[in-house]
């Protein structure tokens, strides 16, 4: 008689298989699910070491020349600024440093042109913008708003172009006739002599220093904020790159030979505020006398009206900062 077949072995058995498939499968799932989660993470981290940088159209009438192009959607500079706050609020948040220029309309039709790029593309001001990028006058967003930032970014572009002028008329002053002196050089290390001298003779403190000179095509005008300390030996605390604008603007006056001037205004904790001044003559730093700067400080400067001197301010002549003139 033949024996009966063992069903319940063989659907266990089978049950087994199907157990054993379905972890398999299971866990397949999850490694390859884990594995695409480990991948989007890992590009998620390194998005936040990609920086970014933002054309900002700060002025009404640069917005409004954008407008033309059909591919820019926005139609309220108001609105559009909102939108940008929003978007560096959302990139800061994520932790991707972004940069903030000012995207120039004139430029980028100048850029297109060029390039051969269709101006009325996101494409073509992707590029235009990444090209503002290396320019250097950008500046961090680093969480201000929008309001505050934009009068800095302008400041910061002024600041730039003022510099870029600066140094092309220290590069096309030329040469000495009779010594052969690249005069724009020359030029630039006195202005680096006189600011040490200017620094030393203000003493401890914090200074704040005007250098002013008109040229044929720009009024070049550089600021300079600076701290002296107790120790003559430790160099003074200059921010950023103004030391090197303050001293590029006072070359390209000294290297031109025209008018101009120089204010600097020292406040201490022991004293009030003290000024003294200089004025640009032929190619030299001349000092100016306490009237002298109290009349020019005191006095509109569109209007030609006098202006009430400030409480608590001295008046004070200028002292020597500047060497023998060259022959030039």
């Not at 998005?47 to 970014?52: K, L, M, N, S």
């Not at 440093?97 to 009325?120: N, Q, R, W």
Request: with cysteine; glycine share 10%; aromatic share 6%.
């Amino acid at each position: 008689m033949p024996r009966k077949k063992d069903t319940t072995r063989t659907n266990s058995t089978a049950g087994t298989s199907r157990t054993t498939r379905t972890t398999r499968t299971t866990r397949s799932t999850r490694t390859a699910r884990t594995a695409r989660n480990s991948g989007t993470d890992r590009r998620r981290r390194l998005r936040r070491e990609v920086p970014g940088t933002i054309g900002l159209l700060a002025d009404a009438g640069d917005f409004a020349a954008m407008r033309t192009y059909r591919s820019f959607v926005f139609d309220d500079h108001q609105d559009y600024l909102r939108h940008v706050d929003g978007l560096l609020r959302s990139l800061a948040a994520e932790g991707i440093h972004t940069t903030v220029v000012l995207f120039d309309p004139e430029e980028y039709a100048e850029y297109v042109a060029e390039h051969g790029l269709d101006p009325d593309t996101a494409e073509a001001r992707t590029l235009f913008t990444a090209e503002l990028a290396g320019t250097g006058a950008g500046l961090p967003h680093a969480g201000r708003p929008i309001d505050e930032l934009v009068p800095l970014l302008v400041d910061e572009a002024v600041r730039q172009a003022t510099w870029e002028y600066a140094t092309a008329l220290l590069a096309g002053v030329g040469s000495c006739a009779d010594c052969g002196e690249d005069i724009g050089q020359a030029s630039f290390e006195r202005a680096t002599a006189v600011l040490r001298r200017l620094m030393a003779g203000a003493g401890p403190g914090r200074h704040h220093l005007v250098c002013s000179v008109p040229t044929e095509t720009e009024q070049l005008v550089a600021v300079l904020h600076a701290e002296t300390g107790t120790d003559p030996g430790v160099p003074p605390r200059m921010e950023g790159r103004d030391g090197l604008d303050f001293v590029t603007v006072l070359a390209a006056g000294l290297a031109l030979g025209g008018p101009g001037g120089l204010v600097l205004r020292s406040t201490t904790e022991d004293h009030g505020d003290r000024v003294h001044g200089w004025r640009l003559d032929r190619g030299r730093l001349a000092v100016l006398s306490a009237a002298a700067v109290f009349n020019a400080y005191c006095t509109d400067a569109d209007t030609g009206e006098p202006v009430a001197p400030e409480p608590g301010v001295e008046y004070c002549p200028g002292y020597e900062v500047d060497g023998p003139g060259p022959h030039h």
